[in-house]
């Protein structure tokens, strides 16, 4: 296969653009071309596809997946990381020329690409990569799979499934757009700087959401409201939402919910129920 960065490349590059990973962007860059082929071959992706990297930093993982994809929008919010990046890639791939675009954004705000993405593969910013995922899904429904590196016990949380003590709102919200499944566990000593605690990675592959005559919004407020009280029963969790625990009571019945159960045993779809069963939704 074809090069790709390994320890010295990264430091050198950032020594270069006089760069220190920081924390508060939840910079740690992957140093290991063998993680690299990892998480591009678990990305299961087409050779036609256009892949969105979210936070590329120096490039490790953009060079993989130029390998793998036929276009790469990669989305970096440090203005000298993604000045540098399509340098590296001239240098490194010089026949992906024009298959590459650059995007100067925080991921979080971005809701227009240069091209449209089939596929989300990220090395994502710890702080922030629950709302990272929900952001591109909702903004982009062109996104069909794709496999994202987390915290592991945020990965955990992303796959958990009702029942499970770690399923709550990350687990039910992105159940709405997609089936998650963890991929791995990565270790620390790939990354430099090394974090105190191990990654895991997360496929998922998009699917309609539950069908429903409430709206994301409105099922995604009955989510929030279940999970804000997490060891109340539903009756108690839902009161505010609803008005008054009795209406909170109706709501769940009609939905064929048991108020004194807790939002952790229940689906995506039942919350759907609960927020087509709000009076006045119900007329």
Same mark, same amino acid.
């Given at each position: 296969?074809?090069?790709?960065?390994?320890?010295?490349?990264?430091?050198?590059?950032?020594?270069?653009?006089?760069?220190?990973?920081?924390?508060?962007?939840?910079?740690?860059?992957?140093?290991?071309?063998?993680?690299?082929?990892?998480?591009?071959?678990?990305?299961?992706?087409?050779?036609?596809?256009?892949? &969105? %990297?979210?936070? !590329?930093? $120096?490039?490790?993982?953009?060079?993989?997946?130029? +390998?793998?994809? #036929?276009?790469?929008? *990669?989305?970096?919010?440090?203005?000298?990381?993604?000045?540098?990046?399509?340098?590296?890639?001239?240098?490194?791939?010089?026949?992906?020329?024009?298959?590459?675009?650059?995007?100067?954004?925080?991921?979080?705000?971005?809701?227009?690409?240069?091209?449209?993405?089939?596929?989300?593969?990220?090395?994502?910013?710890?702080?922030?990569?629950?709302?990272?995922?929900?952001?591109? &899904? %909702?903004?982009? !429904?062109? $996104?069909?799979?794709?496999?994202?590196?987390?915290? +592991?016990?945020? #990965?955990?949380?992303? *796959?958990?499934?009702?029942?499970?003590?770690?399923?709550?709102?990350?687990?039910?919200?992105?159940?709405?757009?997609?089936?998650?499944?963890?991929?791995?566990?990565?270790?620390?000593?790939?990354?430099?700087?090394?974090?105190?605690?191990?990654?895991?990675?997360?496929?998922?592959?998009?699917?309609?959401?539950?069908?429903?005559?409430?709206?994301?919004?409105?099922?995604?407020?009955?989510?929030?409201?279940?999970?804000?009280?997490?060891?109340?029963?539903?009756?108690?969790?839902?009161?505010?939402?609803?008005?008054?625990?009795?209406?909170?009571?109706?709501?769940?019945?009609?939905?064929?919910?048991?108020?004194?159960?807790?939002?952790?045993?229940?689906?995506?779809?039942?919350?759907?129920?609960?927020?087509?069963?709000?009076?006045?939704?119900?007329?």
């Amino acid at each position: 296969g074809l090069p790709l960065l390994g320890a010295a490349d990264i430091r050198r590059l950032a020594e270069e653009l006089d760069v220190r990973p920081t924390k508060t962007l939840g910079q740690n860059f992957v140093i290991d071309g063998n993680t690299i082929r990892r998480i591009v071959a678990a990305a299961e992706l087409d050779p036609a596809e256009t892949v &969105l %990297e979210v936070g !590329p930093g $120096l490039g490790s993982l953009t060079l993989g997946l130029l +390998d793998a994809a #036929a276009h790469v929008v *990669a989305v970096e919010i440090d203005p000298k990381l993604a000045a540098k990046l399509p340098e590296t890639a001239q240098k490194f791939r010089p026949d992906a020329n024009g298959r590459l675009d650059v995007v100067l954004s925080d991921a979080l705000k971005v809701t227009e690409l240069p091209k449209e993405p089939t596929a989300l593969v990220a090395n994502l910013p710890y702080n922030v990569a629950v709302p990272v995922v929900l952001h591109l &899904l %909702e903004h982009f !429904p062109s $996104l069909r799979h794709g496999l994202v590196m987390v915290q +592991d016990e945020v #990965a955990d949380r992303l *796959a958990a499934k009702p029942g499970s003590k770690i399923y709550g709102v990350p687990s039910v919200k992105a159940a709405w757009y997609s089936q998650m499944r963890k991929a791995g566990v990565i270790g620390m000593n790939v990354f430099w700087p090394a974090p105190k605690i191990a990654s895991g990675l997360v496929g998922f592959t998009r699917r309609e959401p539950p069908a429903t005559r409430a709206s994301r919004e409105e099922v995604f407020a009955v989510i929030d409201a279940a999970f804000a009280q997490r060891r109340k029963t539903l009756r108690a969790a839902l009161a505010g939402w609803a008005g008054s625990a009795a209406e909170a009571e109706g709501a769940l019945r009609a939905a064929n919910v048991d108020p004194s159960a807790r939002g952790e045993v229940l689906t995506v779809e039942a919350f759907a129920r609960i927020a087509e069963c709000k009076r006045p939704l119900v007329a």
